[in-house]
């Protein structure tokens, strides 16, 4: 199983490194580090998975064909991400020319929670209730070759339950599980952990970045604590940041403990520098929020647009609270068109 | 108005009961409000989150979510609030003021701190030993070595929720959708026969085979504990196996390798 976690990984990480440079570059954002890379290409792989599945599953596209669509197009982002080797080569030249700045004991402290969650995760399991229809969800994409066409907990065919059809995360897994060759369930259980944690973290780090840039020590100290407030957080079963260790796998879980901080990253990079690189970033992370669960639909306008309200009141700008909407405009559409689907 | 404020208490609660993190998420809050000197941080750390509250335990915005994502789901407004930025940047910016060793004994007090003040996640309570790479009961794995592949089955509910995870090939005759069926008595469908049945400690074969063979059951799992009215040799059903916990019986058409499953609902 270390090979398979190890090959995902790599996959995931280092697509998403690449992709992330591709944006970068069309974006002109430069210098912003190797982890920034990841956390982009991230919000661009999900947004992109939402923008083929949803109009490939209306159109009772099989599985296969949507693997096929999809990972030419990240592909193609790949391959300009590494068309952007100066970036990268430069970006890398500063990560390791500043990496005593990483060496703090705040870092230290941070790395071993980590290690540890990670270690006491893989030994142990949470029974999730609701595996039994996301996870089969996966399953049967993998094995029917259909997406969304059956009812995964039984099997049987059905018509699309309109509360799931925008919004569907498993098939990023079962999209992973293709090129490993691994279970969508043992996927979703075993694997995801060791990437959706890292990459919440990887979140928390950039957020200590942009709030202490000028003292490293306390960005150790910072991620330290976000570490420790995830592994002793009250009330299991509904609070956000608990998700991250229980069901990291779960879009809902993945929602709150990985994109929401995600979005708070975009939003403190927008109210330091209004550009529009910052907000086309924001935008492109509320559309895959919309990937992750419906409740993304509802919840990134709801946060993004109390924070921009905020800003732009003390701002005084008009255009800033424009920009916002613009941002939100990806879930506003979905929004309406799932309300249009449930009623 | 009433019932809204019961179930935003009922679910802020259930998120911040047990531990100490909402009054250091306030002492926090304040902390960002008066220290910080960054006015967009300021707002986001500290403002945003107390907005947020707000809107939680505000009627007018209150009832509007209730009504858009369900009442029973209200408790996800909190996942906005970013606890998981605002505690530690508190914690830091009082950290901020001191140097050298100072500063590393009051961040190990700190941390101390949040550990006393939350509960851990990574607890026995909640998670148990895994003991195969599905992160499965073991019961299931060892039921799916026996079940072969491609087959329409019914099961008992322990092994419901799991076991197509474990073999997506297992079409069931019916999910959780079936745990609704509970306590009916009246006007009830054949499926809702079967369930119920099912469910029975001793179960009355004279009902449940002919059921079962309409539904296309090819295998039919049963806790161990289960005593049964009738043969099933009757139905056509044999015993295929048996371990420490649950009695397989096959349907005796069955072939080794044929398809089974069931499509249509």
């Known amino acids: 199983m270390r090979l398979e976690i190890l090959l995902t990984a790599v996959i995931f990480f280092g697509g998403t490194f690449f992709s992330g440079y591709a944006l970068r570059r069309v974006l002109k954002i430069k210098g912003e580090g190797l982890l920034f890379s990841i956390i982009a290409g991230t919000a661009l792989w999900w947004a992109l998975l939402e923008l083929i599945l949803v109009p490939m599953t209306m159109r009772f596209a099989s599985f296969r064909a949507l693997t096929f669509v999809y990972s030419i197009v990240l592909v193609v982002t790949v391959l300009y991400g590494v068309y952007c080797w100066k970036d990268i080569i430069e970006d890398g030249r500063r990560f390791f020319c500043r990496a005593k700045e990483y060496l703090t004991p705040g870092h230290a402290v941070a790395f071993l929670l980590i290690i540890c969650q990670l270690y006491f995760i893989h030994h142990h399991m949470y029974l999730e209730w609701d595996d039994t229809y996301y996870v089969n969800l996966a399953n049967e994409a993998v094995f029917s070759n259909k997406i969304y066409w059956v009812y995964p907990e039984t099997g049987t065919f059905v018509d699309f339950d309109k509360r799931y059809v925008l919004s569907l995360w498993p098939i990023f897994y079962a999209w992973l599980s293709r090129f490993t060759g691994v279970l969508p369930t043992i996927m979703a259980h075993t694997i995801m952990p060791w990437l959706m944690i890292p990459l919440a973290y990887m979140v928390y780090g950039l957020i200590a970045e942009q709030i202490f840039s000028e003292e490293r020590q306390l960005r150790g100290m910072f991620l330290s604590m976000a570490v420790l407030l995830h592994l002793f957080m009250s009330g299991v079963h509904t609070s956000g940041l608990t998700f991250l260790s229980i069901t990291p796998w779960v879009g809902k879980g993945v929602l709150a403990a990985v994109l929401f901080p995600m979005l708070f990253y975009w939003l403190l990079r927008t109210a330091k520098e209004n550009r529009i690189s910052n907000w086309l970033l924001l935008g492109i992370t509320c559309l895959g929020g919309c990937l992750l669960s419906s409740m993304g639909i509802m919840l990134s306008p709801v946060f993004v647009g109390t924070a921009v309200c905020l800003l732009a009141v003390y701002k005084k700008s008009v255009r800033y609270l424009l920009a916002g909407i613009g941002a939100c405009l990806p879930c506003i559409v979905l929004g309406i068109y799932y309300i249009y689907l449930a009623h | ?265």
């Not at chain 2, 101390?112 to 990574?122: E, I």
């Not at chain 2, 299931?140 to 072969?148: A, F, R």
């Not at chain 2, 400690?201 to 539904?215: A, C, K, N, Q, S």
């Open chain 2, 1 to 265: 108005m009433k019932d809204f404020f019961e179930i935003a208490k009922t679910d802020f609660m259930a998120t911040f009961a047990g531990g100490w993190l909402f009054p250091l998420l306030l002492v926090m809050v304040l902390i960002i409000i008066w220290k910080e000197e960054e006015w967009h941080r300021k707002i986001l750390a500290g403002i945003l989150p107390a907005v947020l509250l707000a809107v939680y335990w505000c009627p007018l915005t209150g009832m509007a979510f209730m009504r858009l994502l369900g009442e029973n789901v209200y408790w996800r407004i909190l996942w906005l609030v970013p606890l998981g930025v605002t505690i530690p940047y508190g914690m830091c910016l009082l950290l901020k003021r001191l140097q050298g060793i100072w500063r590393q004994c009051a961040f190990l007090f700190l941390m101390v701190l949040l550990a006393f003040c939350g509960s851990s996640v990574l607890s026995t309570e909640w998670f148990e030993p895994s003991t195969n790479i599905y992160k499965l009961p073991q019961n299931v794995i060892d039921i799916c070595e026996i079940l072969p592949g491609n087959i329409h089955a019914m099961v008992s509910n322990r092994l419901m929720p799991y076991i197509r995870q474990c073999d997506p090939t297992i079409t069931l005759a019916y999910g959780r959708n079936a745990l609704s069926f509970n306590g009916m008595t009246e006007d009830l469908f054949d499926n809702q026969i079967m369930y119920l049945e099912a469910q029975k400690p001793e179960i009355d074969v004279d009902v449940l085979g002919p059921l079962v063979r309409d539904e296309g059951c090819t295998f039919l799992v049963f806790s161990l504990s289960r005593t049964y009215v009738g043969d099933w040799a009757d139905y056509g059903y044999r015993e295929y196996a048996v371990n420490d916990e649950f009695r397989v019986f096959v349907d005796e058409d069955y072939k080794e390798g044929q398809d089974t499953r069931k499509w249509e609902d």
